[in-house]
């Protein structure tokens, strides 16, 4: 009767191993599946359709904003297989900072009109690292960076324009500079 009894126990416990087996190799193939679809032609072109609608504020050239926006959803495309919900909203606000700093076009040329609540933050992450060789300390780069804000917002209160005049940015710099 013992041999029987481990025999049966061996059995149960042989196909609770093959149940979890299978249910692993499911999960695993339904995510795989899943990711590599992600990127079908409605989802590029919803992507597509939000960034172009979500940069009317910024960029004003239509033809300038058409391009910016398919060159992003590409990035994000070679850069997220798994799509936008891959990563975390910050993580995606990082990236499309970083990818929107790379963009080769001609927005340096078009005006664009940045909320301050946007913008604020990005300004003075990339002035920091700007001033970073002149302004090693970094107590006195953030300073500095935030005396250029408020000098900015005296001529911008509402909204940053750029390309921002190099007279202004002289201007402001020369009033922020450290003693």
């Avoid at 960076?145 to 402001?172: G, M």
Wanted: aromatic share 8%; with cysteine; charged share 25%.
């Amino acid at each position: 009767m013992l041999p029987k009894y481990i025999n049966l126990r061996h059995q149960k416990s042989g196909m609770k191993k093959l149940f979890i087996i299978l249910l692993g190799l499911l999960i695993i193939t339904s995510c795989k599946r899943k990711n590599a679809n992600v990127w079908t032609k409605q989802y590029e072109q919803n992507a597509y359709d939000s960034m172009y609608v979500s940069m009317k504020p910024y960029i004003k050239d239509d033809a300038e904003r058409k391009a910016f926006a398919a060159w992003v959803i590409k990035k994000f495309k070679a850069t997220l297989p798994g799509g936008m919900e891959s990563i975390s909203p910050d993580s995606l606000h990082i990236l499309a900072v970083k990818v929107g700093r790379e963009y080769p076009g001609n927005l340096a040329k078009a005006k664009t009109v940045l909320p301050w609540s946007t913008a604020e933050k990005s300004f003075k992450e990339g002035m920091e690292k700007e001033v970073s060789k002149t302004f090693p300390d970094k107590k006195v780069r953030e300073k500095f960076c935030d005396c250029l804000v408020a000098q900015l917002k005296k001529t911008y209160p509402d909204s940053l324009v750029t390309p921002i005049p190099d007279s202004l940015v002289k201007n402001a710099a020369s009033i922020c500079k450290p003693m």
